[in-house]
Nanobody, 122 residues
Framework: QVQLVEFGGGLVQAGGSLRLSCAAS????????MGWYRQAPGKQRELVAA?????????NYADSVKGRFTISRDNAKNTMSLQMNSLKPDDTAVYYC??????????????WGQGTQVTVSS
């Protein structure tokens, strides 16, 4: 119904930058929100950043990434990006794209990408 594909993970040294991208496709009517989550080994999945549609678009960031990461969306293309700067070893995780979507025929669903590995070496 809806497919999310992430791009851009990899290995980077501490202090470096990476840009993740996510493309949504399928039977999309409208996207209520898109966000990035991450899961490190032995830890729970956590929200990194999200953009929520509304009268005004709201952007949320985890405290740990504020000032370093920037989320952006292209609503016309159903894509989302996460610019990650000043990366730290603690940012090492699998990063997942998430979308809260109204399908073209009405039902609402929550969708996940397959994940992309980000590894930050010290």
């Amino acid at each position: 119904q809806v497919q999310l594909v992430e791009f851009g993970g990899g290995l980077v040294q501490a202090g470096g930058s990476l840009r993740l991208s996510c493309a949504a496709s399928g039977s999309i009517g409208s996207i209520n929100a898109m966000g990035w989550y991450r899961q490190a080994p032995g830890k729970q999945r956590e929200l990194v950043a999200a953009m929520i549609n509304g009268p005004t678009t709201r952007t949320n960031y985890a405290d740990s990434v504020k000032g370093r990461f920037t989320i952006s969306r292209d609503n016309a293309k159903n894509t989302m990006s996460l610019q990650m700067n000043s990366l730290k070893p603690d940012d090492t995780a699998v990063y997942y794209c998430n979308a809260d979507v109204y399908l073209s025929w009405g039902p609402r669903g929550d969708y996940w990408g397959q994940g992309t590995q980000v590894t930050v070496s010290s």
